[in-house]
């Protein structure tokens, strides 16, 4: 079995704020919109249906965690769940906080436009917000 | 506790094709990808975090067989599973099988387009390869 090695583009885009159970769980540096990424830390796996089903149960509960903080610290209208990685083949599902009005709303956010940097301070008081909730 | 009651805007979108344990496992009419919509029969409930626990699960697992069924019946090169609802909140995921070289391929396939409907033989060919993989 080989070992779990973070996708380089995955690497470049985000950060990592906390390591959970079964995921490494990681800020999108795009800051037009609340957004986190679960990257099981399993290798070579690309669909959710090949981790095993404890595996994709870690998974499930570790996504309800994210999602429940990211809607706690943001009072998001919705949030959007999806795997996609039609371009980064490595297993990573996107959790994202949708608010009325912003970025391509109602439409879905890959693709669209242009990431835009954080501010330092935003950054930072958001990861604080996100870890505390992530910790009860 | 009031009654399961399915969207309009899912129901005139899409075709049950069976019924799981949690889930209406239903075919979108968008003939541009195979494209199957499990709606949790849960009455309101709009995020898969306020789902309960074994509810979460049966939904994963659910999941996991319409993934690997559609991957067997298409071939496709990436499934791809999305929880939006920024338009219809009643908790749904899409589960849809892509190509390379699909319509707006390697992109989202929501809010692209218009939907093309299927020729009802090839839509009659793809619920019975489904079902019989959904079977098993």
Redesign the interface.
Known sequence: MSNFVLDRRLESDSTSIMVAGLCDVRLSKDARWPWLILVPRRADV????ELT?LD??L???E??LV??AL?KVTGA???????????V?QLHVHVIA?SEGDAN????V??FGRAEPYRDAARNELIAKLREALSL
């Open positions: 690309t669909e959710i249906f089903p994709q149960v998974l499930t509960f996504i309800d999602s429940a809607k209208t919705k949030i959007n769940i999806g795997a996609l990685g039609n371009i083949r949708r709303w109602p439409g879905p890959w693709g």
